[in-house]
């Protein structure tokens, strides 16, 4: 089996390197995204095995590039997360959860993190279809 790459999804850049070098640690390749534009464009030229999808950022939000992958049939899991909680203190990784993620962390993200979310990645089958749709 063939694992197509993570994309991980943040704005901020310290972040996103420090994840991209978590994932190349464990020998899992990795592309990266600072918004939810970018990470929308990425899903429609390609396959990914996990998207890692931080909530809060700027200009499209994760909930709102969430909303957008299963609009439009996206079924590549999705791992939320979030170092802010809501007003009425509901974390933004849990909101994600109930709009279809698979799983909803805080940050900062844990070695444990990666390692489970590694569980998680979709295979592409021969066809170059990913299994999950």
Not at 44 to 59: E, Y
Request: aromatic share 6%; glycine share 8%.
């Amino acid at each position: 089996m063939h694992y197509p790459p993570v994309l991980v999804v943040e704005d901020n850049a310290t972040t996103r390197e420090v994840l991209k070098a978590r994932f190349q640690n464990k020998s899992i390749p990795c592309v990266e995204a600072s918004d939810g534009f970018t990470a929308m464009r990425l899903l429609k030229q390609q396959s990914f095995s996990l998207v890692l999808l931080d909530i809060v950022m700027p200009g499209m939000d994760g909930l709102e590039l969430l909303r957008w992958m299963t609009i439009n049939g996206i079924k590549t899991p999705v791992v939320a997360m979030s170092g802010s909680l809501m007003c009425s203190g509901i974390n933004y990784a849990h909101m994600a959860q109930e709009l279809g993620a698979f799983w909803g962390i805080s940050k900062p993200v844990s070695d444990d993190d990666i390692a489970e979310m590694e569980s998680l990645r979709v295979p592409v089958m021969q066809s170059g279809l990913s299994a999950a749709g």
